[in-house]
């Protein structure tokens, strides 16, 4: 619904452009030098509506009906066809909605698969309010254009052209053409027909080029972007498990998941499959730093069978498993940050072995199914995930009901 104090804003404001305008006008003293002042500006104004007439364009219009006379006459004939042709097919479509929306009224309940052919924009109602500043500003260009469109005509038919203006009523923006109505009335009809349907004719050429354009948009802007170095983050759900301080935001570019690199939105998803399909992956730590970062822990089972050693409502520490040349199911509560960060990521301990210093594979110990993914993306610190995999991929929907169960690690 449109905001109440905007509401009180514009009708205020009409109110005292109104009362000042009156004011003016029946003051002795100033009534003659403000209606100069008008006329000298082309404005005239009442009860809610504002005019602005002038005629600095009449020469660009003379020049723009004069150019190229054949050419313009058979444009203007398609416009006319055109014209014909959008006003039966209209009063079909009207005369379908209306019959439409009289059978809904006289249903019990309306049919959920009826739908209107047609549907009136109401700012506030179907129109969001955010969205008015571009309602207004393409309706107003769409007036500018449609009159453009019958003053060209009435030149090139000969009708004098006076000049070109621009209102608004309330909130709602248009233009016009003032044309010299005997030179309009003492032409054929069908050169009225011309000048009439040149309006409706270049709102449909408008149309068709704004079409293409947003069509053609990526090639257009495309030498001022560069593509393939990640995937764009766009929108980040409030109760999302991404969400948070340690989280992605709206703007960051991910560039890598795991060890997998992110070019564009169709790796992010298959970078999250492979990770879904594959074990967990490690992070070579040296054993000096594994007994440094280490503390003891109370080490059990979960119900599935894996095991755990810190504590369920820690969000720094994560349960690593490791072996070494003794044992083979070794557990420690380690930092998952200072675990991971800085540290190449490795299978087995063979893939820690390519230096001097000796350095142990420690793999996240986390219930089945589950992972510990390691998120780049600029300009941002790492975001550490933990959790199912799909819940970074699956929409809204999915992430609400299976936010609980993933975690960010701070």
């Given at each position: 619904?449109?905001?109440?104090?905007?509401?009180?804003?514009?009708?205020?404001?009409w109110c005292a452009i109104y009362l000042a305008d009156t004011l003016l006008k029946a003051s002795d003293s100033l009534k003659t030098s403000y209606e100069e002042w008008l006329t000298s500006y082309g404005l005239s104004i009442s009860p809610f509506h504002i005019r602005w007439q002038t005629p600095v364009f009449n020469?660009?219009?003379?020049?723009?009906?004069?150019?190229?006379?054949?050419?313009?006459?058979?444009?203007?004939?398609?416009?006319?066809?055109?014209?014909?042709?959008?006003?039966?097919?209209?009063?079909?479509?009207?005369?379908?909605?209306?019959?439409?929306?009289?059978?809904?009224?006289?249903?019990?309940?309306?049919?959920?698969q009826s739908e209107r052919m047609l549907q009136v924009v109401v700012p506030g109602v179907n129109l969001p309010v955010s969205q008015l500043t571009y309602f207004f500003t393409?309706?107003?260009?769409?007036?500018?254009?449609?009159?453009?469109?019958?003053?060209?005509?009435?030149?090139?038919?000969?009708?004098?052209?006076?000049?070109?203006?621009?209102?608004?009523?309330?909130?709602?923006?248009?233009?016009?053409?003032?044309?010299?109505?005997?030179?309009?009335?003492?032409?054929?009809?069908?050169?009225?027909?011309?000048?009439?349907?040149?309006?409706?004719?270049?709102?449909?050429?408008?149309?068709?080029?704004?079409?293409?354009?947003?069509?053609?948009?990526?090639?257009?802007?495309?030498?001022?972007?560069?593509?393939?170095?990640?995937?764009?983050?766009?929108?980040?759900?409030?109760?999302?498990?991404?969400?948070?301080?340690?989280?992605?935001?709206?703007?960051?570019?991910?560039?890598?998941?795991?060890?997998?690199?992110?070019?564009?939105?169709?790796?992010?998803?298959?970078?999250?499959?492979?990770?879904?399909?594959?074990?967990?992956?490690?992070?070579?730590?040296?054993?000096?730093?594994?007994?440094?970062?280490?503390?003891?822990?109370?080490?059990?089972?979960?119900?599935?069978?894996?095991?755990?050693?810190?504590?369920?409502?820690?969000?720094?520490?994560?349960?690593?498993?490791?072996?070494?040349?003794?044992?083979?199911?070794?557990?420690?509560?380690?930092?998952?940050?200072?675990?991971?960060?800085?540290?190449?990521?490795?299978?087995?301990?063979?893939?820690?072995?390519?230096?001097?210093?000796?350095?142990?594979?420690?793999?996240?110990?986390?219930?089945?199914?589950?992972?510990?993914?390691?998120?780049?993306?600029?300009?941002?610190?790492?975001?550490?995930?933990?959790?199912?995999?799909?819940?970074?991929?699956?929409?809204?929907?999915?992430?609400?009901?299976?936010?609980?169960?993933?975690?960010?690690?701070?």
């Amino acid at each position: 619904m449109i905001p109440i104090p905007l509401v009180v804003l514009v009708m205020g404001g009409w109110c005292a452009i109104y009362l000042a305008d009156t004011l003016l006008k029946a003051s002795d003293s100033l009534k003659t030098s403000y209606e100069e002042w008008l006329t000298s500006y082309g404005l005239s104004i009442s009860p809610f509506h504002i005019r602005w007439q002038t005629p600095v364009f009449n020469r660009l219009f003379y020049d723009w009906g004069r150019w190229k006379p054949r050419l313009l006459y058979q444009w203007f004939n398609l416009g006319m066809v055109f014209g014909i042709i959008a006003m039966f097919s209209s009063i079909l479509l009207l005369g379908k909605t209306l019959i439409q929306t009289l059978s809904q009224m006289l249903m019990e309940a309306p049919s959920p698969q009826s739908e209107r052919m047609l549907q009136v924009v109401v700012p506030g109602v179907n129109l969001p309010v955010s969205q008015l500043t571009y309602f207004f500003t393409a309706i107003l260009i769409s007036g500018v254009i449609h009159e453009i469109g019958h003053g060209v005509a009435a030149i090139r038919e000969q009708v004098r052209f006076n000049g070109f203006g621009i209102f608004i009523f309330i909130v709602y923006p248009g233009a016009f053409v003032d044309l010299f109505t005997t030179h309009l009335q003492l032409i054929s009809p069908v050169q009225q027909l011309r000048i009439f349907c040149a309006g409706v004719w270049h709102n449909f050429v408008l149309g068709v080029l704004s079409l293409v354009a947003l069509f053609l948009l990526p090639v257009i802007l495309f030498p001022l972007y560069y593509t393939g170095v990640g995937a764009l983050v766009l929108d980040v759900t409030e109760d999302s498990p991404a969400n948070g301080p340690r989280g992605l935001f709206v703007g960051d570019l991910v560039t890598q998941l795991q060890d997998c690199s992110v070019h564009k939105v169709e790796d992010w998803n298959s970078c999250l499959g492979i990770i879904s399909q594959e074990p967990q992956i490690g992070y070579c730590i040296s054993a000096a730093a594994l007994q440094q970062l280490s503390f003891p822990a109370r080490v059990y089972k979960r119900l599935d069978g894996t095991v755990e050693c810190c504590s369920n409502s820690s969000l720094t520490d994560i349960c690593f498993s490791y072996s070494n040349h003794v044992d083979a199911h070794l557990h420690a509560c380690l930092p998952a940050r200072k675990t991971i960060e800085a540290n190449q990521v490795c299978r087995s301990n063979a893939d820690c072995q390519k230096d001097s210093i000796s350095s142990l594979c420690v793999t996240p110990s986390l219930e089945n199914h589950t992972r510990l993914i390691r998120v780049k993306h600029s300009p941002q610190m790492d975001m550490l995930f933990v959790g199912h995999p799909p819940h970074l991929q699956y929409t809204e929907a999915a992430l609400r009901m299976c936010s609980k169960q993933a975690k960010l690690i701070k």
